[in-house]
């Protein structure tokens, strides 16, 4: 279990507004666990630094493939979708345009 403190951001020099919004949403601390880490993102806290500054090397390490394939799955997923998006409204633009399409 990890117990967060907003002086623990401070000693790694975690940007002041961050400190701020942990303070505000924890007091003095949190423990670190799927709810919280949840709300973290919700609150627009940057989960990247966090990861850089706690975790381990190897931990750090498995986290940065795992977001890199995630980010790979993500953009070949909106590259499909743009693409069936346009071939869907193309035919629109043409008839707008008057062109017959057939």
């Not at 931990?59 to 995630?70: I, R, V």
């Not at 790979?72 to 909106?78: D, F, S």
Request: some cysteine; charged content about 25%; overall charge negative.
């Amino acid at each position: 279990m990890m117990y967060v403190t907003p002086e623990m951001l401070r000693e790694k020099h975690a940007c002041e507004n961050q400190v701020e919004m942990v303070q505000s949403e924890w007091g003095s601390g949190v423990v670190v666990n799927a709810e919280s880490l949840k709300r973290a993102r919700e609150l627009g806290l940057d989960i990247n630094w966090f990861a850089k500054n706690f975790l381990s090397v190897t931990a750090l390490k498995a986290y940065q493939e795992t977001k890199a394939a995630a980010l790979k799955a993500y953009q070949e997923a909106k590259a499909a979708a743009l693409k069936a998006h346009e071939e869907a409204t193309a035919p629109a633009l043409l008839v707008g345009l008057g062109i017959e399409t057939n």
